[in-house]
């Protein structure tokens, strides 16, 4: 008996120190995904000029990383911490952009962003309440849960626009490899850590995200050609 007990135990040590390997893996892949606008960001502040970049994709990073830290809370969804730690540090990297952007703007693009950044943060808001006030668990986890999945699948359509994009033009020239490579290592970390956790609001967004991920590497292998540079990610956004 004591040592089935032993066994067990070890069984269920290394399932949980996989498991955390998986997510702590995730989010080290989705913080090079998180810092790779930095670049568009100095051309930016040292133009003092946002150009003819776009800040829709930082606004809906935003709100999407602000459905799914609030998935990984404990209030929500214990035992996926690392679900609210890596969202709430791409929180933070957005909300940053989200400001540099607004600074730089002209006057019309300012007022809209800001208008769109209070309406991120109104949404969160009222996600929150009707969690709290109107769902116990477990029927809060799968109403966030179901936000979330569908806040991610949303977030499919800038890999898409992409994988489009190199078919047409037969060139990788807006498609980076290592942020295609990132993309599919954290999607990847994540399928498996919500494998280990039984969640299937981690893993079925994350295993479509895998999905795209090996067609994006695969264009890559199809279509670059030697000496080609790619540029920036035409659509920078991230899950």
């Known amino acids: 008996m004591e040592m089935s007990i032993s066994a067990a135990n070890g069984f269920f040590s290394t399932y949980?120190?996989?498991?955390?390997?998986?997510?702590?893996?995730?989010?080290?892949?989705?913080?090079?995904?998180?810092?790779?606008?930095?670049?568009?960001?100095?051309?930016?502040?040292?133009?003092k000029s946002t150009e003819q970049f776009s800040g829709l994709p930082y606004i809906y990073a935003l709100l999407n990383c602000f459905i799914c830290l609030w998935y990984g809370t404990p209030i929500v969804s214990p035992g996926i911490i690392l679900v609210f730690t890596v969202n709430s540090v791409g929180a933070v990297f957005q909300f940053v952009y989200i400001?540099?952007?607004i600074i730089f703007a002209e006057r019309e693009k300012k007022l809209k962003m800001l208008g769109l950044l209070l309406g991120v943060f109104a949404v969160f808001a009222a996600v929150v309440s009707i969690s709290i006030c109107l769902f116990e668990p477990p029927s809060r986890q799968t109403f966030v849960g179901y936000l979330s999945v569908i806040s991610l699948i949303s977030m499919f359509a800038s890999p898409l626009f992409i994988i489009n994009l190199v078919i047409r033009t037969k060139s990788v020239e807006y498609m980076p490899f290592y942020l295609s490579l990132a993309t599919f290592?954290?999607?990847?970390?994540?399928?498996?850590?919500?494998?280990?956790?039984?969640?299937?609001?981690?893993?079925?967004?994350?295993g479509i995200g895998g999905i795209l991920g090996v067609i994006q590497l695969v264009l890559y292998w199809r279509y670059s050609r030697p000496h080609e540079e790619p540029t920036r990610p035409l659509l920078e956004s991230y899950a």
Do not use: E, H, W
């Not at 850590?193 to 981690?202: A, C, E, L």
């Open 16 to 47: 949980s120190i996989c498991s955390n390997a998986a997510g702590i893996a995730g989010n080290l892949f989705a913080f090079i995904l998180f810092v790779s606008p930095i670049p568009t960001f100095k051309r930016i502040v040292g133009s």
């Open 99 to 101: 400001i540099i952007f």
């Open 185 to 206: 290592l954290m999607s990847l970390s994540f399928f498996a850590y919500g494998m280990f956790k039984q969640d299937p609001f981690i893993s079925v967004p994350n």
